[in-house]
């Protein structure tokens, strides 16, 4: 059974950081073409935030969360993260992380692009 853990939510004053984890079972990390990050704020439609190729040096970030989150892999650890840097009001919302199969062409930004989604972790930026 596949499963996608999200971790490391909580909450921050605005311009501080936090790190979420992915943590995945059940499939190994370089079976699937890549990971990303997705969130939803209240009332809104689920957003991208970033994707990583699962084997190869390939990444992207939408253009709001660009310069200061990065995404990273661990593939031994079947594990990854999104670290948070200088987080703002606005970045406020559930984040969820997914998988997609291979198949798909890079950046893979659409969230109807992934296959297996986490349970989502709040993160919650007061000012």
């Known amino acids: 059974q596949v499963q996608l853990v999200e971790s490391g939510g909580g909450l921050v004053q605005a311009g501080g950081s936090l790190r979420l984890s992915c943590a995945a079972s059940g499939r190994t990390l370089s079976s699937y073409a890549a990971m990303g990050w997705f969130r939803q704020a209240p009332g809104k439609e689920r957003e991208y935030v970033a994707a990583?190729?699962?084997?190869?040096?390939?990444?992207d970030y939408a253009d709001s969360v660009k310069g200061r989150f990065t995404i990273s892999r661990d593939n031994a650890k079947n594990t990854v993260y999104l670290q948070m840097n200088k987080l703002k009001p606005e970045d406020t919302a559930v984040y969820y992380c997914?998988?997609?199969?291979?198949?798909?062409?890079?950046?893979?930004?659409?969230?109807?692009?992934?296959?297996?989604w986490g349970q989502g972790t709040q993160v919650t930026v007061s000012s």
């Open positions: 997914a998988a997609t199969l291979p198949g798909g062409s890079w950046p893979l930004r659409g969230s109807y692009l992934y296959h297996d």
């Open positions: 990583i190729a699962t084997t190869a040096v390939s990444w």
